[in-house]
């Protein structure tokens, strides 16, 4: 069973333009969110996170903003740059320990 | 500062061979975690050690699997015998307990199984 999803597999943006990446999720146990980002033959890297006591978290280009009473988050790049070019994975955690991972959205930025 | 490494970084093998992965964490993280990525996936839990001790590895197929953590730092995960859908890539990760700030993952080691 799925317990966090990304629906969209892949994503074309143009460069300097918005990326939007969305995450939902089914336990409302959860209260901790991350945002991995992952180039070809490397491990996923972390990027950003949030808790459930906030609502957004902003770390330059990167803003994450978590709705839970819609179990959804969502990773906003901007502006969008060629070097984003990746598969962005989001994961979550209620023991702080283990996380479950979605199954990523690839994103194109085109220059 | 020397990240989470891994090796092989890719492995090829015939069905029913045995294989072993190994995974050196980060200096001082006393959380290690094996993961599997199918391809198309996100990564799911296998086993996860605080120091050498297994605390969770329900999700660990252990007719095949098996893992060991022996002093606390570096970590082996075998599969005897390999079989085809095991083919994936497996990630290595560790952290300093009950960090909020996720996880440090390897490269990863990609299995083939034919």
């Known amino acids: 069973d799925q317990q966090v999803k990304q629906n969209s597999p892949s994503l074309s943006v143009q460069e300097g333009r918005i990326s939007i990446l969305n995450c939902d999720y089914t336990?409302?146990?959860?209260?901790?969110f991350l945002w991995y980002k992952k180039y070809p033959a490397e491990g996923p890297t972390f990027l950003i996170s949030?808790?459930?006591?906030?609502d957004k978290n902003e770390d330059g280009r990167f803003t994450v903003f978590l709705n839970k009473s819609a179990k959804h988050l969502s990773l906003h790049i901007v502006p969008s740059q060629p070097g984003d070019s990746a598969v962005y994975f989001c994961?979550?955690?209620?023991?702080?320990?283990?996380?479950?991972f979605g199954t990523g959205t690839s994103l194109t930025v085109i220059p | 500062e020397a990240g989470v490494v891994q090796s092989p970084r890719y492995k090829i093998i015939e069905k029913k061979q045995p294989v072993a992965f190994w995974c050196n964490p980060i200096s001082g993280h006393n959380t290690l975690y094996w993961y599997r990525q199918n391809l198309g996936q996100g990564p799911e839990l296998l086993i996860r050690y605080e120091n050498e001790e297994a605390v969770d590895d329900s999700q660990l197929p252990k007719d095949r699997f098996s893992a060991e953590r022996l002093k606390g730092v570096d970590s082996t995960l075998k599969i005897q015998p390999a079989e085809l859908g095991d083919s994936a890539v497996y990630l290595c990760?560790?952290?300093?307990?009950?960090?909020?700030?996720?996880?440090?993952f390897g490269s990863g080691t990609r299995l083939t199984v034919v």
């Open positions: 994961a979550a955690s209620y023991t702080g320990n283990q996380f479950y």
């Open positions: 336990n409302s146990m959860f209260d901790y």
């Open positions: 949030i808790s459930s006591i906030k």
């Open positions: 990760a560790s952290s300093f307990r009950g960090t909020n700030y996720g996880y440090t």
